[in-house]
């Protein structure tokens, strides 16, 4: 048995006043729950550089920020868009949206999503063909003259909607063409139509064209980690809080529920990254060390699918999460459940069941829902757990003529944080000479290269 040092000791009490009690043990093998992996020397394990000059969790953090900083920019064009929608509704139109292309953005929209005040209706109709990125064609042929349509598309179907009278914003997106990205980097769209082609004006959701937030030094080929649900996200629930506003008072401020929203999301990440910071290197140092020893990465979301979605072959995502056998070597592997309430039963389940067979498991979630704190909360169940605070069942603002609150922030919250846990990861993979393999969008080479890197990633494991 190895003897622990005072250094141990001292570390041990460090992790527990951060409510990292499961890491106070040093046997890896525990029947139930699981200890750090043995070899760690200092706090941060070897605290090698190769060129990284930041964090990987830090510039994803910080990368967020921008974005939201450039979205505060377009509070002013939200508010004007809203007022058409308002007009469009009281007229008999419809509200529609199309922009969640991506794997959580559409999941995280859907009109029976909790906390959505439902005033922007999904529209999922696709046709059959397939344009040059093998992604289906949107049919916009349902829409009628007087509709509002906010979209990520780019076909003929969009642009006929737009010509017979329904208004078409376009906002930008990675997976699609549009005048805004660099010359043939993504395939381009029928008929080789840009944004300005099918829609009367742009939302610019200051997606940056790569997709991914941390430009890793050893990875230079690519961004990896995902920013799309940030930004689509951030701006539908900024719209919906204009929309339903000025639906139910004639004199509502200009743009006021839209930039409450979004200073509420700020703060909020703000506090990721002043409390959670270090807890989340810890987390990432002992996945490092249990991947490196053979252990698989799983990720699982049960009642908001869309976490699971973000980190399973996604674009500027990781190859490994959720491939494996799971049993290979169960001593070792690690389970990441992100949830919205803070004890979805299946979820807390599953967390239970992982520690029981030997993973580590993170989870990710509120601390509280509605002012009501139940027992068996997924946060404290998890090894590491970590509060995406975002503590109510609906959302964060008060709409009027309307119960409750609206237009949640727990989607974003809680994709930022596992992103930042997962850019952590591949820092300290990196540090010790282990580069994780990530995915290439559908541009242009991104199948291919997807393809090239599938036996050495299986060869590998990660």
Known sequence: MLKKTRRDALRDAALIGTGFAAFGSKESNAAVGAGPITGSGSRWDAEYDFGHRILFMDEYLNSTFSILGSLSGEVAQIDALADRAVHSIKNGGTVYSTAGIGHMPYIEQRVERRGNPAVIKDHRVMQEKKNKAEMRELDCSAMKKGDFHITNYCNRSVQEARDRGVYTVSVPVNYVNSEFWPKDYVYPNEDDLLLGDVSNEVLHSHIPHEQGLVHPPEIPWMAICPSCVTALGAIHWMLSAEIANKLADKKAKPFEKSTEYLAILKERLEKVGKEHRDRIREAAVEMTHRVRSGG???????????????????????????????????????????????????????????????AFVIGIGPSSMDGVVPSGCLIDVADAGFDNFSPESGGVLELPDRDGKWCPTSGIVGNVIQQMICAQWADEMARRGSIPYFLLGNYRGGRPFNRMIKPFAEARGY
């Open 296 to 358: 698989r990465w799983f990720v699982q979301s049960i009642e908001h699918t869309g976490f699971r979605s973000e980190l399973v072959r996604v674009a500027s995502g990781p190859w490994m999460p959720n491939t494996g056998d799971w049993n290979a070597n169960p001593f070792r592997n690690v389970m990441l459940i992100t949830g919205m309430s803070p004890a979805f039963p299946e979820e807390v389940a599953a967390a239970v069941k992982a520690q029981v067979e030997g």
